[in-house]
């Protein structure tokens, strides 16, 4: 079975964004009543695993290896079959 | 009101993703199952707008001047009331 799963990666509070602040910036001086804006990277992957459960583990796992610094980032993940 | 925009914003089909390839290539190689993988960008963005509509075309229109290339770019928002 293909799951896809969405990993969304971002900074946790408190860790300076720069491209979220100039995205702001800009927004702003295009006329939008922008309070704040945050970049985060999404990682869309197609999986094969035997159940979704064993796909969110191995997502889970995934980032703690490879996809996100636990320093410094937050990760969501949402699992859906793939079609 | 303030909204919360989610904006995704990835590469159009056929276009090259060395980052998906990189990190499909390196998951492959810490033993999982891996098809493919594609990176997109979200921007989180906090929006003062009057109505949910509003907020959407205030989005579509943000992806058009600004955060979207539409040559290479495709995108998919998702507006919701922010607490």
């Known amino acids: 079975m293909k799951y896809?799963?969405?990993?969304?990666?971002g900074l946790k509070p408190g860790?300076?964004?720069?491209?979220?602040e100039t995205t702001s910036r800009l927004l702003r001086e295009l006329g939008y009543k922008v309070d704040r804006v945050?970049?985060?990277?999404?990682?869309?992957?197609?999986l094969e695993a035997s159940s979704?459960?064993?796909?969110?583990?191995?997502?889970?796992e995934m980032c703690k290896r490879l996809l996100a610094n636990p320093t410094k980032?937050?990760?969501i993940i949402i699992v859906e079959e793939e079609k």
Do not use: C, F, M
């Open 4 to 9: 896809h799963l969405k990993v969304e990666v």
């Open 52 to 60: 979704r459960q064993e796909a969110l583990t191995k997502a889970e």
């Open 73 to 75: 980032d937050n990760y």
């Open 15 to 20: 860790h300076s964004d720069p491209e979220g």
């Open 38 to 46: 945050n970049v985060s990277k999404v990682y869309n992957v197609i």
